[in-house]
């Protein structure tokens, strides 16, 4: 499975991006699809995933009501609509798609990253 990001940039604080992931490959086998961030020196942290059975959603808090991942099937592509966006969300941000292999093994494949900036 491959990922390619795009849709990153620079925003002035309050204002919107969105950002998409383009999948390719075998991505029928996914189970669970996310967005993850990263600020340097600081662990990747899930920003919001979406689960491929039922497309359940969930958060991380500090999002919660400002952002919303969607994933189009037909295109094979998952969006992040990021909104009120804070100078705090300024991270790079990582597609990432998850392969549950048999009972225990878990295959994650991550996009190349897109920064996100928001100015004050």
């Known amino acids: 499975v491959q990922l390619v990001e795009s849709g990153g940039g620079l925003v002035q604080a309050g204002g919107s991006l969105r950002l998409s992931c383009a999948a390719s490959?075998?991505?029928?086998?996914?189970?669970?699809w996310g967005w993850y961030r990263q600020a340097p020196g600081k662990q990747r942290e899930l920003v919001a995933g979406?689960?491929?059975?039922?497309?359940?959603?969930n958060y991380a808090d500090s999002v919660k009501g400002r952002f919303t991942i969607s994933r189009d099937n037909a295109k094979n592509t998952m969006y992040l609509q990021m909104n009120s966006l804070e100078p705090e969300d300024k991270d790079v941000y990582y597609c990432?798609?998850?392969?549950?292999?048999?009972?225990?093994?878990?295959?994650?494949?991550w996009g190349q990253g897109a920064q996100v900036t928001v100015s004050s």
């Open positions: 979406i689960a491929s059975g039922d497309g359940s959603t």
């Open positions: 990432h798609a998850g392969e549950l292999q048999g009972r225990i093994r878990v295959v994650h494949y």
């Open positions: 490959g075998t991505t029928s086998s996914i189970n669970a």
